[in-house]
C-alpha cells in the first residue's frame, strides 16, 4: 500500500514540506468540529509526541459523513497540502483533499477518551496503553537508550553476547528462582523424588537465569571484551514500585580491566547514553519533565557534565555517622547501605552520582575480587540521586586458590561451578564488569514513579497478561 | 590496569604503529623456540582472527624462565616494538621488551591444544570453546549482524520493542512449549488439579514464549513500526542440527505495510545486514569459505547484488509437479512445502532467494490475511539456497469479522486473546510483520553444519551447561 511520511520527518523538515502534497496515517487524537464545516484532526502517528493538525473541509465530497463519526482512536489515512497554520501550538498543518478510515473506534466502548487516565488503569489495558503519550514516550525513550547501549560498546570493540535464559546454575544464589520445565505440574507424581526430572526436557532441574555475567566471563577471558543485554528474572514476591518479576539487564564484562578501569567504564557509559538521549528525544524529556519530574531535564544534564565521586564504603560509613542524620536503619560497618543511607550519600553528602567501592566481602558474592586487606572485596556500585543504585559491579575473582577459598566460604558448590573454577585453571586474567537494571535507569530518566511503567508489559506476583 | 591496544586496531593501522612500542594483552595460541634463544608466540586477544606474532628474546632479564614454562592457552600482557617482520604470513610483529603472565595453562590438562578438535568435542568445553578461531569467528559474526538488525531498523524509524518472556498465551498453539514456575514440583500434590496454581508466582499457568509477534501488533498498531530482537523457545523434542529449545528471533512489525511492502522490507533488510557481514568481517568470512563451505563469500554476494524471486504457492506447486524430480513427499496442493521441494526451488529453479506468497489458509495461522479468494492467506516464506526458510511473515488480518472467523476455524479462544480481538474493534488498520531466526541466519552466513555452534550455550533435549 502507499505508506505515508512519518509525522516527525515532516516536523523536522518544515521548510521543505511547505506547500507539498503528502501522504500521513496514524490514529486520531482527538477531533473537533467548526461551525464553519470544518473538522480540526490532530493525528499522531507514533513517530513523534506531537500530533500533526490535520484541516478537513465538510464539503469535499465524501468528508462529511466520515467526518460525522470519526473520533479519538480511530485509525485514518490523509493526503493533502502542508500549509503554515495560523493556529497557536503548531506553525504548520496538514489540509485534506483526501481521507480514509482504516479502523473505526466506538466512542461508547472505546476506554481511551479525551480525559487522562491514571497509570494504573492504563496497566489494565496494555494493549491500547500505548497510545497515550506518556506509553509513547517512555517507548521512544526505552528504544533510543537501548540503541545507545549498543553503539557505545560497539563504538569500543566490545561483543554483544547473548547469554542464555535456561540456565542449570542460579548465579550467586539469588534467592527465588523460576523453574523452567516441559512437564505438566498436574501429571507429576510427588512420590517420585528427584526421578521426576528423567522425563523433563532437559533431564535435569533448570531455572530461569537470574544474570549472564558467569556466562560472559567466559566471552571475555577468550576475546577480550563482551556485553549482554537481556532479560533477567527473579520470583521474588515483592510487589513494589521498584521490582518486576521480568527485567532487563545490561552486563559489561573485560578482561584485563580492574576496578578503576570499571568504575571509568560504567561513568563514560551512563553519560554517553543519557547524552544520547538529550540529544534525540528532546521533546519525550520534555514530558516528562514537565508531568512526571520537575527537574528531569536539569538532572541528566548535570549527570552528564560532572564527574562521579568516588569513595570506599568505610569512608561512606563514617560520613553517614557524622551526618547528624537520623536514620532509621543503623549505620554500622558490615550492613549494606540501605535506601535513605544511598539518598543521604547522593543528595546531601556529594549532590551527585558516587561509585561505592572496596564493600565488606561479607556481604558481596563470592566471585567478588579479594582485597589486600582481605575483609573487603574490589566491589563498586553506582548510586545516582533519586533512584540509588543503578549499577553494580565488581572486578572478579581471577586467582585460583582465592576463587576456591571464596566458594568454600560461601558455600558455591565446587562441582557445579566447575567450568568458572577452569577459568582460573587456564589462562587466567585479571577481569572486571558490571551490570545495569534497564528499567531502572528509564525510571531513572523519566521520573516514572512506578517500573510497572517502565516496560512494555510487566511481569509482577499475580501479573502475567497480554 | 595499564590496557593494551588491541590487535585489530594494530592491523588496521600498521603504518602508523611500525617502530612505535605498545602493550598487548591476549592468550598465547603457540609458541615455539629456534635454537638461537628466541621465541616465537602467536598472540590472539579475540579482537580479530588474525594472531599478532610477539618476539621473545630469552637474553632479555627475567624472560627465560617465563618463557620455559610458556605454552598455548597462557594468558600475557607484551609490551615491545612493532617491527617489519621478515617472516611470511605477516608483516609485522612485535619485539617484546616487557613480559608478564596472567594466567598460566598447564600443557597436560589444558584441553585446547595445538590440534584441531571436533566442533562435537569442543561443545563439550563450551567454555573455553571461545579460544577457538571458529567460534571466535563465530562470535565476531554473531555481533556484527545483531548490531546491523539494529542499525537496519534505527534508520528506518522502527523502535526496539522487548516482548515479555513469560507468557500466558501460546501464540499460534505452536506446540511444545516449556512452563514457568515458582512452584517444586517435587512439592506438588498432583491431586490438587487446577488450584495448584493458586500458590504459583502468576496465579496461573505461565509459558515461555515462542514469539514475541502477537505484542508486536499492539505496539505497531499504536506507534507504526516495532522490531523485537530476543530469545525465544520451544519444547519439541527435535535433535536435529537445525532446532534450538532456545534461539533468538528478529521479529519486525508494521502497521500500513501489506503483503508487498513485506516483502521489499524482508528483501532489503536481509541484503543489508549481509552487507555489513561482507564489508566488516571479511576476514572470519575467508575462514568460514577455507574451512566450511568453499562457495560461501560468493553465494553471500550474490544474495546482495540479485533481485529475490516472487512467486506464489500456487505456481511453486505447479514448478515442482513439472519439474520432472523424484521427490520423497508427494508434490499436492495443500500440503506444506518439504526441504526438498524449497531446494529445488532456490537451488535449481531459480538459483536464487525466493519468496513464497500466498499459501493455503489450512496450513497456515490464525493471524494471517485471508484472500479473496478464500482459499489462500496472505503469507509470505524467505528460502534461501542450501538452508531453505530463512524468514516467514504475513499480513495480518485486520477486519474484526475476518478474524473471529479464522479464530472459530482454528479453535483460538476468544477469551484468552480478547485484547488481540480488541486491537481490531478500536482503531485497527492494514499492518505486516515477519520472524527471522538469528542462529539459522548465522548458519547460512557461516556454513556452519549444527545450529549448536551458532549460539554461544546451545539448549537441546539433555542439554542445559553453563
Known amino acids: 500500500m502507499?505508506?505515508?511520511?512519518?509525522i516527525v520527518d515532516i516536523f523536522r523538515h518544515e521548510q521543505d514540506y511547505l506547500n507539498k502534497v503528502v501522504r500521513v496515517q496514524g490514529w486520531v487524537r482527538t477531533k473537533r468540529d467548526s461551525k464553519a464545516g470544518i473538522s480540526f484532526i490532530e493525528l499522531n502517528d507514533g513517530s513523534c509526541l506531537r500530533n500533526l493538525q490535520i484541516i478537513a473541509e465538510h464539503e469535499n465530497s465524501g468528508f462529511r459523513e466520515?467526518?460525522?463519526?470519526?473520533?479519538?482512536?480511530?485509525?485514518?489515512?490523509?493526503?493533502?497540502?502542508?500549509?503554515?497554520?495560523?493556529?497557536?501550538?503548531?506553525?504548520?498543518?496538514?489540509?485534506?483533499?483526501?481521507?480514509?478510515?482504516?479502523?473505526?473506534?466506538?466512542?461508547?466502548?472505546?476506554?481511551?477518551?479525551?480525559?487522562?487516565?491514571?497509570?494504573?488503569?492504563?496497566?489494565?489495558?496494555?494493549?491500547?496503553?500505548?497510545?497515550?503519550?506518556?506509553?509513547?514516550?517512555?517507548?521512544?525513550?526505552?528504544?533510543?537508550?537501548?540503541?545507545?547501549?549498543?553503539?557505545?560498546?560497539?563504538?569500543?570493540?566490545?561483543?554483544?553476547?547473548?547469554?542464555?535464559?535456561?540456565?542449570?546454575?542460579?548465579?550467586?544464589?539469588?534467592?527465588?528462582?523460576?523453574?523452567v520445565t516441559s512437564l505438566d505440574p498436574l501429571k507429576v507424581r510427588s512420590t517420585e523424588s528427584e526421578d521426576v526430572y528423567r522425563d523433563d526436557f532437559f533431564g535435569r532441574p533448570t531455572y530461569l537465569t537470574v544474570s549472564g555475567q558467569l556466562q560472559a566471563e567466559i566471552y571475555a577471558l577468550s576475546l577480550g571484551k563482551v556485553y549482554t543485554f537481556g532479560p533477567t528474572f527473579r520470583a521474588e514476591n515483592s510487589n513494589t514500585s521498584r521490582h518486576l518479576a521480568e527485567f532487563w539487564m545490561v552486563e559489561p564484562e573485560m578482561a584485563f580491566y580492574d576496578l578503576q578501569d570499571n568504575i571509568q567504564l560504567a561513568e563514560s557509559f551512563i553519560k554517553s547514553i543519557i547524552e544520547a538521549l538529550l540529544n534525540d528525544c528532546a521533546d519525550d524529556l520534555d514530558f516528562f519533565n514537565r508531568f512526571m519530574q520537575p527537574t528531569l531535564k536539569e538532572d541528566l544534564e548535570r549527570i552528564v557534565r560532572t564527574p562521579f565521586e568516588v569513595v570506599s564504603y568505610t569512608e561512606s560509613i563514617d560520613l553517614l555517622k557524622k551526618s547528624g542524620e537520623n536514620f532509621t536503619f543503623p549505620v554500622e560497618w558490615g550492613s549494606d547501605?540501605?535506601?535513605?543511607?544511598?539518598?543521604?550519600?547522593?543528595?546531601?553528602?556529594?549532590?551527585?552520582?558516587?561509585?561505592?567501592?572496596?564493600?565488606?566481602?561479607?556481604?558481596?558474592?563470592?566471585?567478588?575480587?579479594?582485597?589486600?586487606?582481605?575483609?573487603?572485596?574490589?566491589?563498586?556500585?553506582?548510586?545516582?540521586?533519586?533512584?540509588?543504585?543503578?549499577?553494580?559491579?565488581?572486578?572478579?575473582?581471577?586467582?585460583?586458590?582465592?576463587?576456591?577459598?571464596?566458594?568454600?566460604?560461601?558455600?558455591?558448590?565446587?562441582?557445579?561451578?566447575?567450568?568458572?573454577?577452569?577459568?582460573?585453571?587456564?589462562?587466567?586474567?585479571?577481569?572486571?564488569?558490571?551490570?545495569?537494571?534497564?528499567?531502572?535507569?528509564?525510571?531513572?530518566?523519566?521520573?516514572?514513579?512506578?517500573?510497572?511503567?517502565?516496560?512494555?508489559?510487566?511481569?509482577?506476583?499475580?501479573?502475567?497478561?497480554?
Open 66 to 179: 466520515l467526518l460525522d463519526r470519526l473520533g479519538t482512536g480511530c485509525s485514518i489515512g490523509v493526503e493533502g497540502k502542508i500549509s503554515p497554520s495560523p493556529g497557536k501550538g503548531q506553525s504548520i498543518e496538514l489540509h485534506a483533499s483526501q481521507l480514509e478510515v482504516y479502523g473505526w473506534a466506538d466512542p461508547t466502548t472505546y476506554p481511551l477518551q479525551k480525559k487522562r487516565h491514571s497509570l494504573e488503569f492504563l496497566r489494565q489495558i496494555a494493549h491500547l496503553r500505548s497510545r497515550t503519550n506518556t506509553i509513547g514516550a517512555v517507548t521512544r525513550v526505552r528504544n533510543r537508550l537501548s540503541f545507545a547501549i549498543h553503539q557505545f560498546f560497539q563504538e569500543r570493540g566490545f561483543y554483544y553476547l547473548q547469554t542464555p535464559v535456561i540456565t542449570t546454575s542460579d548465579c550467586e544464589g539469588a534467592g527465588d528462582i523460576f523453574r
Open 337 to 466: 547501605l540501605q535506601a535513605e543511607h544511598e539518598r543521604y550519600l547522593t543528595e546531601k553528602a556529594f549532590q551527585k552520582p558516587v561509585s561505592i567501592i572496596d564493600y565488606p566481602r561479607a556481604i558481596k558474592p563470592f566471585y567478588m575480587r579479594v582485597n589486600d586487606d582481605q575483609k573487603t572485596v574490589a566491589a563498586m556500585d553506582v548510586l545516582v540521586p533519586g533512584v540509588g543504585e543503578i549499577v553494580g559491579g565488581s572486578q572478579r575473582e581471577e586467582r585460583l586458590d582465592a576463587l576456591l577459598e571464596q566458594m568454600q566460604l560461601k558455600q558455591i558448590s565446587k562441582e557445579d561451578y566447575r567450568w568458572y573454577v577452569e577459568l582460573r585453571e587456564f589462562g587466567t586474567a585479571p577481569h572486571s564488569g558490571f551490570g545495569l537494571g534497564f528499567e531502572r535507569l528509564i525510571q531513572f530518566v523519566t521520573g516514572l514513579g512506578n517500573i510497572r511503567e517502565a516496560i512494555p508489559f510487566p511481569r509482577t506476583p499475580g501479573h502475567a497478561d497480554f
Open 2 to 6: 502507499q505508506h505515508g511520511e512519518s
